[in-house]
């Protein structure tokens, strides 16, 4: 008897998990403050970061909220130039999508790749693959 209580109890213990528990978010290595470092193309897109730019960043949230700003030079100041509330998707194999704060390009499905030590990662938008674009954000 008391075996068949132990059992039950383990059933009704694994079987009370809710689905959501195996897609918690706050375990992905991209939740956390990414602040844009570099953009890197050979196409026709043709952006370079400022040092002001360096301040624009994505903080992505455990329950798939961001968070970001852009910042530019205008008129010889760094000022915010946008702020946006937005979410963002695990989609599985290293794919993302997520809205990107630079020159208002929006939300954006790509790749991912993140450094060993996941202090950095490039972000390969497919909009822009025959382009080779990638962005490269940092965690400071």
């Known amino acids: 008897m008391?075996?068949?209580l132990v059992l039950f109890l383990a059933a009704?213990?694994?079987l009370s998990?809710?689905?959501d528990d195996d897609n918690n978010s706050s375990d992905n290595k991209i939740?956390?403050?990414w602040y844009l470092s570099e953009i890197n193309n050979s196409g026709t897109l043709n952006l370079q970061v400022s040092e002001c730019n360096e301040r624009s960043f994505i903080e992505f949230k455990g329950n798939q909220d961001a968070n970001s700003e852009y910042y530019t030079t205008t008129d010889g100041e760094c000022t915010l130039d946008s702020s946006k509330e937005s979410d963002w998707s695990d989609l599985g194999g290293g794919n993302y999508s997520f809205?990107?704060?630079v020159e208002d390009i929006g939300q954006l499905t790509g790749t991912v790749e993140f450094s060993d030590d996941n202090t950095s990662f490039k972000f390969y938008p497919t909009v822009f693959a025959t382009q080779q674009t990638n962005?490269?954000?940092?965690?400071?």
């Open 2 to 4: 008391k075996k068949f």
């Open 12 to 14: 009704a213990a694994l």
């Open 99 to 101: 809205y990107v704060p």
């Open 135 to 140: 962005i490269v954000f940092i965690k400071k």
């Open 17 to 19: 998990c809710d689905k």
């Open 31 to 33: 939740v956390g403050k």
